[in-house]
């Protein structure tokens, strides 16, 4: 068994994994597993630049992260950035700041290399078993961007684009800084519209259009915040249960209900729902849709949830 630590600061969280990792086993066993809301990717896709008090939240996790490893002692550390400190033009600052408190340099990762990470963390523990058989298209739905991956036994193609839940929020949502509660039709229109062209620049890579109609074989495996939340929403839970939600199967029509149901509601609807985490209360909407919009264009009819994702390739990567 190896101790590993491994980071994941993406566009709207940072979350951290501590586990034990065996490979010759394939055996990840968790010893801590949390997440921070921290909207690193505040105002990039506006500005082009990493806000003071974005940067100043996810510091303030690292520090809080910090303790964690040391105290469980892990032996290897690796901190993956993604999307949010890719575009911004003072990364060197997020940088600096990360190596200060946790001793390693942030890795601001292509979008190849997060896809793998989470094909990995997705499907190896899915590979062999039965009840979900491969190959697999593999959708995170992140904060600024979505992968795409496919493939069985390893990735075959894999593309990233930017389409995520809090990118388009600000981008069609979001009037003199106030979020459009609910949104109209024609902002609806408009996130779909982009959706739509992001998913025809994917598909120039990644097998897309009715890729997992049940004749084709490819299981849809959806990762990350928002695909956990609506089946948070649909599976009925009272409040925010990860064992429920992994491996969880939640079918189109359920999504399709829900998605609608989220651009509808108010600010104050969206929060009193049992499962809904404070900080995706304004982005679900946007973050949903995406999801909606992949499994009509892949021909999906439920979509595997899965709780292991970016974090666990990222653990994997070090084990």
């Known amino acids: ?12 969280s ?3 994994l501590v586990a034990d990792a065996d490979p010759a086993t394939g055996e990840l066993i968790e010893l801590d597993r949390r997440m921070k809301i921290v909207r690193l990717g505040q105002g990039v896709d506006r500005t082009g630049r990493l806000a003071p008090e974005a940067l100043e939240r996810t510091f303030a996790a690292c520090r809080e992260y910090a303790e964690v490893i040391r105290e469980l002692g892990a032996e290897r550390v690796r901190f993956v950035a993604t999307s949010a400190s890719r575009d911004a033009e003072n990364r060197e600052e997020f940088v600096r700041g990360v190596m200060e408190i946790l001793g390693v340099e942030p890795e601001v ?29 593999v959708v995170d739905i992140g904060g600024g961007s979505t992968e795409f ?8 193609a894999a593309r990233s684009v930017d389409i995520g839940c809090v990118r388009l929020t600000e981008r069609h949502l979001a009037v003199d ?65 990860s064992s429920a939600i ?15 149901k989220l651009l509808g509601s108010t600010h104050d609807e969206r929060a009193r729902i049992p ?23 892949t021909g999906a009819e439920e979509v595997v949830v899965s709780e292991h994702d970016i974090l666990d390739g990222i653990a994997w990567s070090i084990a």
């Not at 084709?216 to 959806?222: I, S």
């Not at 199967?249 to 999504?255: G, S, Y």
């Open 246 to 260: 992994h491996h969880s199967r939640i079918t189109l029509d359920q999504v399709r209900e829900i998605t609608g």
């Open 109 to 137: 990762i292509s979008g190849d290399q997060e896809a793998e990470f989470s094909f990995t963390g997705a499907t190896k523990e899915l590979m062999g078993r039965s009840h979900v058989p491969g190959p697999y298209l």
């Open 14 to 16: 940072i979350r951290l």
């Open 275 to 297: 499962v809904m985490h404070p900080g995706r209360v304004d982005v679900i909407g946007a973050g949903a849709l995406i999801l909606l919009s992949i499994m009509e264009r």
């Open 177 to 241: 800084g106030r979020i459009t509660d609910p949104p109209t039709e024609d902002q609806i229109a408009a996130i779909k519209c982009d959706v739509d062209t992001a998913l025809d620049l994917a598909e120039r890579t990644v097998p897309l259009t009715r890729a997992c109609r049940p004749a084709d074989g490819h299981a849809l495996v959806g990762l990350a915040g928002s695909v956990t939340t609506v089946a948070g929403i649909a599976l009925g839970l009272a409040e925010y249960e």
């Open 149 to 156: 991956v496919e493939g069985g036994e390893g990735v075959r």
């Open 1 to 12: 068994m190896t101790r590993v630590a491994a980071v994941d600061c993406g566009t709207n």
